[in-house]
């Protein structure tokens, strides 16, 4: 329970690592990871669930700043996440440097320490922190499926991860349905999968083919060389 969802994503680096291309992998997921998993612990400051899920969000933590330190390392070369190019307001998670990214986080931080400090001993503030974490996860897949049909492709995102959002999301619907867990576990549960078995449509429909994107930076970059040559 605590190691599993983080090793999921364990393929999907060496994936980036070995081709030295981020390409197909949005780092939304990571956003969304970090900041669901953050809540999470500030979650159990005020309700002691039990150990293996908070440490299950401490390792995801872990996991997703590697990943996400890697896919900045290895952006892709045909990405609009250049300076002035997003549409974003601040760029939002699309920045530069891994360092306006741990400065986001540390910040994100600071508030919920704040906020709990002042409201911690209050119940509701502490349902809302459980709901808001759980809301969050629930988005996980919707970057990547977004990803996924602007460039027509599933390439550079691992089959291995897609099995693990599937068969991890399945397990805990059955589960929550089995526990008899609130309402609202149980529909952002469902809510996650249905996502899913979208994603792996798209699979099915799109395939892992390179993304004409990439096919022409790589043109462009054989031309340049061979003119270089020249």
């Given at each position: ?37 953050i809540t999470r612990c500030f979650f159990w ?92 996860e629930s988005t996980l897949p919707i970057p ?30 059955v589960y929550f349905f089995l526990q008899e ?50």
């Amino acid at each position: 329970m605590a190691v599993g969802p983080p090793l999921v994503y364990a393929d999907q680096t060496y994936s980036i690592l070995r081709k030295k291309d981020a390409t197909g992998f949005s780092r939304d997921v990571c956003a969304i990871l970090l900041l669901a998993n953050i809540t999470r612990c500030f979650f159990w400051l005020g309700n002691h669930f039990e150990f293996a899920l908070l440490f299950q969000s401490l390792f995801m933590i872990v996991a997703q700043l590697t990943l996400l330190y890697i896919c900045i390392l290895y952006r892709p070369r045909h990405s609009s996440d250049g300076v002035g190019a997003s549409a974003r307001p601040l760029s939002f998670w699309q920045w530069q440097n891994f360092s306006q990214y741990v400065e986001f986080l540390a910040g994100f931080i600071l508030c919920q320490a704040i906020l709990y400090l002042v409201f911690g001993q209050s119940d509701i503030y502490i349902s809302i922190l459980g709901f808001v974490a759980l809301g969050l996860e629930s988005t996980l897949p919707i970057p990547q499926l977004v990803s996924n049909y602007k460039q027509k492709s599933l390439y550079g995102f691992r089959m291995s991860t897609l099995l693990g959002w599937f068969g991890g999301d399945s397990y805990k619907a059955v589960y929550f349905f089995l526990q008899e867990s609130p309402l609202p576990f149980k529909v952002c549960a469902i809510f996650q999968l249905s996502i899913d078995c979208v994603i792996v449509a798209q699979r099915i429909y799109y395939g892992n083919a390179p993304p004409a994107a990439a096919l022409m930076a790589d043109d462009d970059l054989e031309q340049a060389l061979a003119l270089a040559e020249e």
